[in-house]
């Protein structure tokens, strides 16, 4: 299995606070992505990263904000938690813009009450 | 993004083959198909990609249309460990790495 986790696993907070979640890897992998998973909706890409400091926005990325300081650390951040953004996130991996896999962790369950 | 069809569920009998289709009619030439599964309570796995010609690997095989607007994912002899939600997803070669996930077809496994 590659080297993903997340943290926390769980998480239950109140609207208008701001989370931080956090995926590592120990694959030395460029490219780093962020999803949320709803029922109904599959997988939705929120933000990705494609190297240190170099970010870009997916098709669900109002609310949130991403930061990469290390190849190994993302931080998906929701600066003012609301109920719409409870859900289940997922953070993935690739080792180039061509890979053929992205590897995925074992997924943050996040409520906002 | 090109999008794909699936059935929203499928079943199956265990030991026997169980064939996922896919359709993606507005395929594009750079377009990858991918086929990921999602067991419950874990991150979606890849199990599958091709571009034009059948493939075959240690999980499953890939059946392409001709035109290409078509697939099918073939699990040769399902088990209960086969429970799970397939993705049948296009990646667009000539862009970044990003996979655009549907609802997937859940495939139940019967003993």
């Known amino acids: 299995d590659a080297g993903i986790t997340q943290s926390p696993r769980h998480k239950v907070t109140e609207t208008g606070t701001p989370v931080t979640l956090r995926c590592h890897q120990t694959e030395n992998h460029r490219y780093m992505y962020w999803y949320r998973q709803d029922p109904g909706h599959g997988l939705r890409l929120i933000h990705y990263s494609y190297g240190v400091k170099d970010t870009d926005k997916g098709e669900v990325s109002d609310g949130y904000s991403v930061s990469r300081s290390k190849t190994e650390d993302f931080l998906l951040t929701l600066e003012s938690a609301t109920s719409s953004q409870t859900s289940v996130y997922f953070c993935?991996?690739?080792?180039?813009?061509?890979?053929?896999?992205?590897?995925f962790g074992p997924g943050t369950r996040l409520t906002v009450t | 993004d090109a999008k794909t069809t699936q059935p929203n569920s499928m079943e199956s009998n265990e030991e026997e083959p169980v064939h996922l289709p896919c359709n993606h009619s507005t395929i594009s030439g750079t377009d990858y198909i991918h086929w990921y599964r999602q067991l419950p309570s874990q991150g979606p796995e890849y199990v599958i990609h091709g571009l034009t010609s059948n493939v075959n690997n240690r999980m499953a095989s890939l059946a392409i249309a001709e035109d290409r607007k078509s697939s099918t994912l073939i699990l040769h002899r399902a088990t209960l460990r086969d429970a799970a939600v397939y993705y049948c997803?296009?990646?667009?070669?000539?862009?970044?790495?990003?996979?655009?996930f549907g609802t997937g077809t859940l495939l139940a496994v019967q003993p």
């Open positions: 997803i296009l990646r667009d070669g000539s862009a970044t790495n990003k996979l655009i």
């Open positions: 993935a991996i690739s080792d180039s813009r061509d890979s053929r896999e992205q590897y």
